[in-house]
């Protein structure tokens, strides 16, 4: 059996949709520990519901950036994680982390990477630079977490088309659909032992 940890700071969508999937498929997975850097996020009332232990870890409450990576690789490896998945997280995760769970990480971003990514393209802004770029297709992205934000190997992709009448807000729906759908699908993969990282390139095994 796996064990899953969720970093997320906000609703946490796409955690209930991961969760959802997890138990309708009957995966080898389980959510063992939710993350945030924000005391009281309504994710956090899903992961209560479900039994899930809720940790609240903000930086800025910490003496320096290297104690708070330590506390939360001391977490980590208490509660024997093994797969981390980022779910509207909005810090960056520490190198340590990274490094402690290399091509152990998953992400979503609602665009198509490697565009419109980077520090602030999150929410509202990513979609409203992609109907200001005129692009014609919007979407979604899951990656592997590098220690740069948005950049790390791409898993998985879906698209939708960009209306002319759109605005952020109706791109940012039909984009979340997609990521509900294509997230839950990678971390299958992911547990299942289906994803081989060459590189930049990642190959989806049979």
Same mark, same amino acid.
């Given at each position: 059996?796996?064990?899953?940890?969720?970093?997320?700071?906000?609703?946490?969508?796409?955690?209930?949709? &991961?969760? !959802?999937?997890?138990?309708?498929?009957?995966?080898?997975?389980?959510?063992?520990?939710? @993350?945030?850097?924000?005391?009281?996020?309504?994710?956090?009332?899903?992961?209560?519901?479900?039994?899930?232990?809720?940790?609240?870890?903000?930086?800025?409450?910490?003496?320096?950036?290297?104690?708070?990576?330590?506390? +939360? @690789?001391? #977490?980590?490896?208490?509660?024997? @994680?093994?797969?981390?998945?980022?779910? /509207?997280?909005?810090?960056?995760?520490?190198?340590?982390?990274?490094?402690?769970? !290399?091509?152990? &990480?998953?992400?979503?971003?609602?665009?198509?990477?490697?565009?419109?990514?980077?520090?602030?393209?999150?929410?509202?802004?990513?979609?409203?630079? *992609? $109907?200001?770029? /005129?692009?014609?297709?919007?979407?979604?992205? *899951?990656?592997? @977490? #590098?220690?740069?934000?948005? !950049?790390?190997?791409? &898993?998985?992709? #879906?698209?939708?088309? *960009?209306?002319?009448?759109?605005?952020?807000?109706?791109?940012?729906?039909?984009? +979340?659909?997609?990521? !509900?759908?294509?997230?839950?699908?990678?971390?299958?993969?992911?547990?299942?032992?289906? &994803?081989?990282?060459?590189?930049?390139?990642?190959? $989806?095994?049979?």
């Amino acid at each position: 059996m796996m064990n899953l940890a969720a970093f997320a700071s906000g609703r946490g969508t796409n955690f209930t949709a &991961i969760l !959802h999937h997890l138990t309708q498929h009957s995966l080898p997975a389980r959510y063992v520990l939710l @993350v945030s850097d924000r005391a009281n996020p309504p994710v956090a009332e899903v992961a209560l519901s479900a039994g899930i232990p809720f940790l609240h870890l903000n930086p800025k409450g910490f003496a320096s950036a290297e104690e708070y990576a330590a506390r +939360l @690789v001391r #977490d980590l490896e208490r509660y024997r @994680v093994d797969w981390i998945t980022l779910a /509207g997280y909005l810090k960056m995760v520490p190198a340590a982390v990274v490094q402690g769970w !290399h091509d152990r &990480i998953l992400n979503i971003h609602p665009a198509l990477l490697p565009f419109f990514g980077g520090p602030g393209m999150y929410g509202e802004r990513v979609h409203r630079a *992609v $109907i200001e770029s /005129g692009m014609k297709v919007s979407g979604a992205t *899951v990656h592997l @977490v #590098d220690e740069q934000y948005d !950049h790390g190997p791409i &898993i998985l992709q #879906d698209t939708v088309p *960009v209306r002319y009448d759109d605005t952020p807000d109706s791109l940012a729906h039909r984009v +979340l659909e997609v990521e !509900h759908r294509i997230y839950p699908q990678a971390v299958e993969l992911a547990v299942m032992g289906k &994803i081989r990282v060459d590189g930049r390139r990642v190959e $989806i095994l049979p």
